[in-house]
């Protein structure tokens, strides 16, 4: 259901109004969206779904009772007030509450053209349909996964704060595997809208990917020099980004805490080459103009040419540290460089280049050691080409240390790659040395 | 909130108009979801949110493919829009149906099933349950935490399956999950270590929430964090494990659980989740384990995340038990409707779940379980046979590649085993493997006196992702010559 400001607020005024706790904050989001998969060049699962969800937080005293629903029927919302309510005057106080906020100033929205309610399955078929052609003229099995959709998300306070965002959204992700079954590719993308994805490109590079029939190399586990592609590298800074907490850095528990006490804000982490940012209106990966409480969402360097910059704090640990409160980013930017992914593989005397990451996890909060596996296109590079398939194997790598060693970095797009907060991922390719894989793979 | 005789005529009214439009088969999901979360942090009490979610998913089967529509504003408008919308779905599909559905036949089942609960985790009061999540975290801020984070997470499903087929299906269930983390600092040296809770999730009430005890588990967490700070780092290399099943069901999920799901195997989740080195024609032939392993699916186990009586196909299952390995051989595959004719199988085995009733059915586990030693051998008795070991307890960092081969699993607790007998705390302890390599090495089974059911919430799988509970029952189990890493320096 995509509801438009005016439909929101009117909504939100009418729970306001009927409040009676000493303060009230209502949430709201939800849209449409069309899901089509298909797997081993057939159809298989689709689905088509209207939500809306309404949250309403009542304050009374410094205690908070909070209540969630799926309607807009005005006997629930009164429920949902009367309820949440009688939950506050049942739960202790909180020392670290924090009165909603007032009216905010939020940058411009970003507009999204033809948002379509009740997205349409045909040309998401139709995509389909193309890649499963294109992997037929390769001689490669296709699967994969499209999608449309649209969303809302708002949020009224009885402070006065008022703030919406709309977007559109849609990805198409191909995963091929050749006729033996014994390599695989992969491609994704992601966008504002299906129109501006490029079905016959991401099908012909998965399919190309996979499309190769000499037997995989087996590499021993070791270090080697990795040319990362842009979703692997989004994936390994998400870690790290989600991890940028000022209260957990403070409290002396995380990557950022220093040995006796302080944080390493402001300190060199990484290489200077390093600079991850988040900006509502970059272009590319637009964003919404609000984050948590309200709070807005403003341009944010995280990583300045290696050095933490900013860290995200909440507005309770901003009011006890003296700090600005800054919300967690909803997505991110890695600047990139100019040396692209071919530029890399002649300059690798050994080393792999991967497509993406398979199953990361973090393993070590304290050194940011995440472990997971390549995957869907690992291909060997010795003397500046690339020679052949490679197993893939599992890794075991610092997101700290490996931003803190990179050679080089090419050109950043857009990858398929979700961040944390739901938002954008603008990655590039990354060629870094020394790079811990751990243990053999047979997994295709 | 619609009565149970509003939900019969909606889905009658579904079914109806999708038989209309052309529909050859259709099913029909609706219910209500209640969830609870309550979150404290050291004294205080962080989040308390209550959500209840209503929901309809209409899938029918048109000329052999699917089409599948939802809505949260179960009305008969809505229901009419779903029709109209599932079937142009299926429409939109059928020129990329090169691999045609066909749903086998099934039992039609008039039924209703409510899951027994003890104190309905929904009747305790808010206060009571923050008063005990602050009462945890002050009982490891007490024994010295420095940090401490407690919650509570309940839900309940009502739900009806309707089918074209004449099934009308009535079924409850509640769920419980509590949880701590406990994390204790050395502002000197910098480092910081953490003890999660070994609670698992489980298809209880309340009642199950108090027998946790949790006070003195956080108590004893926190001891053990402190230790963590102090212990030694592991040196990697090859060690004999005795995994403790609050380890070792994780390990079954990702290994067995997965790898032997029939979609998978069939390469129908190859895009996101993977498929598996499981083949179809390893049925009844391969050697998954050593003849020590048997694995048990059941939908009737006490407790079970997944027990229940009919899956979201509306098939019967709550008296299916099946091996899925039987003295380490392979047996069977967990299956939904319209897969086991791909195999030369007669029907599902019951293994379809919709997360809500707004999303599509697919398969997903039933309860998995490993069979205790039907001899008697105790935790200590393990022990025993090991000269240079670890044991490891509780449930960590978790990876496993997109076939169910390579995998890697840390823990909460990690201890030497030194000449049969346990000894020091270590640390930085991680385990990697190759499934049929581990569990063909596992020589060692506790007996039914150690049976521990483990569980998830968060099982994902699908795209979009669905979340479904799961439970899996183990016992203490010895594998040797497994590859131990040390997570912190990266040694290989």
């Not at chain 1, 029927?73 to 007030?81: F, M, N, T």
């Not at chain 2, 769920?175 to 480092?191: I, K, L, W």
Request: aromatic share 8%.
């Amino acid at each position: 259901m995509l509801l438009s400001a005016d439909e929101v607020k009117a909504i939100a005024d009418r729970v306001l109004v009927r409040s009676g706790a000493d303060a009230c904050t209502i949430s709201m989001r939800g849209g449409e969206e069309t899901t089509l998969r298909f797997a081993r060049n057939s159809a298989t699962t689709n689905a088509s779904i209207g939500s809306v969800q309404v949250t309403v937080d009542s304050h009374i005293g410094a205690r908070t009772g909070s209540v969630t629903l799926t309607s807009l029927d005005e006997a629930a919302l009164a429920e949902a007030i009367a309820r949440s309510e009688d939950i506050a005057r049942r739960l202790p106080v909180n020392p670290e509450y924090m009165a909603p906020l007032g009216p905010q100033s939020y940058e411009a929205a970003a507009t999204y053209e033809g948002l379509r309610t009740a997205a349409d399955a045909t040309p998401l078929a139709e995509a389909a349909a193309t890649v499963i052609r294109l992997g037929g003229e390769r001689n490669v099995d296709v699967s994969g996964n499209a999608m449309a959709g649209c969303g809302f998300a708002a949020m009224a306070t009885s402070a006065g704060l008022f703030a919406y965002d709309r977007h559109g959204k849609a990805a198409l992700t191909v995963t091929a595997r050749n006729a033996a079954d014994s390599w695989s590719g992969w491609a994704g993308a992601s966008d504002a809208s299906f129109p501006r994805i490029d079905a016959a490109r991401i099908g012909i590079r998965a399919a190309e990917k996979a499309h190769h029939d000499v037997p995989p190399v087996d590499l021993e586990p070791g270090r080697y020099t990795v040319i990362l592609e842009p979703a692997a590298v989004a994936e390994l800074m998400s870690f790290m980004l989600w991890a940028m907490d000022a209260r957990s850095a403070e409290e002396g528990r995380s990557f950022l805490a220093r040995k006796g006490g302080g944080t390493k804000l402001g300190e060199r982490l990484f290489d200077a080459k390093i600079t991850v940012s988040s900006d509502p209106a970059d272009p590319v990966i637009p964003g919404p103009v609000f984050g948590r409480d309200g709070l807005p969402h403003r341009r944010s360097i995280w990583i300045d040419h290696g050095i933490v910059r900013t860290l995200f704090r909440s507005r309770y640990w901003a009011a006890r540290t003296g700090e600005t409160p800054i919300p967690p980013p909803h997505g991110f930017a890695i600047a990139g460089g100019n040396v692209s992914i071919d530029e890399m593989i002649k300059s690798t005397k050994r080393g792999l280049l991967v497509t993406r990451f398979w199953y990361t996890n973090l393993v070590d909060p304290q050194t940011l050691v995440v472990t997971g596996l390549t995957r869907d296109g690992n291909f060997f590079i010795e003397n500046g080409r690339i020679v052949a398939p490679a197993r893939n194997l599992r890794f075991n790598e610092s997101a700290v240390a490996l931003f803190g060693r990179v050679a080089a970095l090419g050109s950043t797009e857009r990858v398929w790659w979700e961040a944390n907060g739901g938002g954008g991922i603008c990655a590039p390719p990354l060629l870094a040395e020394e790079f811990t894989f751990s243990s053999k793979s047979s997994g295709i | 909130m619609l009565s149970r005789t509003e939900q019969l005529d909606l889905a009658d009214l579904a079914i109806r108009l999708a038989r209309q439009m052309g529909a050859d088969y259709a099913d029909v999901r609706i219910g209500r979801t209640w969830t609870e979360y309550l979150l404290a942090r050291e004294h205080r009490l962080e989040e308390c949110n209550q959500q209840s979610e209503l929901g309809l998913g209409l899938r029918i089967l048109l000329k052999h493919s699917w089409g599948f529509a939802a809505s949260q504003r179960p009305d008969r408008d809505a229901v009419s829009r779903c029709v109209d919308r599932a079937i142009d779905n299926a429409r939109a599909v059928c020129p990329i149906q090169a691999r045609a559905i066909v749903l086998e036949e099934i039992p039609v089942h008039e039924a209703e099933w409510i899951m027994p609960l003890g104190i309905d985790p929904f009747s305790v009061s808010a206060d009571i349950k923050a008063e005990k999540l602050i009462a945890i975290n002050a009982a490891a801020l007490g024994a010295g935490a420095d940090f401490c984070t407690s919650s509570f997470l309940f839900t309940r499903d009502e739900r009806l399956f309707a089918s074209s087929r004449g099934s009308r299906i009535f079924q409850a269930r509640t769920r419980s999950f509590p949880s701590f983390e406990v994390t204790a600092v050395d502002r000197q040296s910098g480092a910081f270590a953490s003890r999660a809770s070994l609670a698992p999730a489980r298809a209880a009430g309340f009642d199950y929430v108090i027998s946790c005890d949790l006070v003195a588990e956080a108590a004893l967490a926190t001891e053990q964090a402190r230790q963590k700070l102090r212990a030694q780092s592991v040196r990697p290399g090859q060690y004999d494990l005795v995994i403790d099943p609050t380890n070792l069901w994780l390990t079954i999920h990702e290994t067995v659980g997965h790898s032997t799901e029939l979609d998978r195997v069939l390469g129908w989740e190859a895009n996101f989740a993977g498929t598996s080195f499981v083949k179809p024609e390893g049925l009844n032939r391969l050697r998954f384990g050593s003849p020590l392993m048997t694995i048990l699916a059941d939908r009737s186990q006490d407790g079970g995340l997944a027990s229940v009586a009919f899956d979201d196909d509306g098939v019967g299952c709550a008296a299916a038990e099946f091996p899925i390995i039987e003295n380490g051989i392979l047996r069977n595959f967990q299956m939904a409707l319209g897969q086991a004719g791909s195999i030369g199988l007669e029907r599902s085995n019951g293994c379809a779940y919709a997360a809500r009733p707004t999303d599509f059915p697919i398969q997903r586990m039933p309860n998995i379980s490993l069979k205790p030693n039907p001899s008697p051998c105790s935790l200590n008795e393990l022990f025993a046979g090991v000269d240079h070991g670890l044991y490891i307890v509780g449930s960590g960092s978790w990876s496993i590649d997109q076939q169910r081969d390579n995998f890697q699993f840390s823990g909460q607790l990690f201890y030497e085993i030194k000449n049969g007998r346990l000894g020091q705390m270590l640390r930085d302890v991680a385990y990697q493997g190759r499934t049929l390599d581990f569990w063909n090495a596992m020589d060692g089974l506790g007996d039914a006196s150690t049976y521990f059911l483990g569980g998830s919430f968060y099982c994902g799988k699908g795209e979009p992702v669905q979340l479904a509970p799961v439970s899996h029952g183990a016992v203490p189990a010895r594998f040797r010559g497994a590859t131990v890493l040390n997570t912190a320096s990266q040694d290989i």
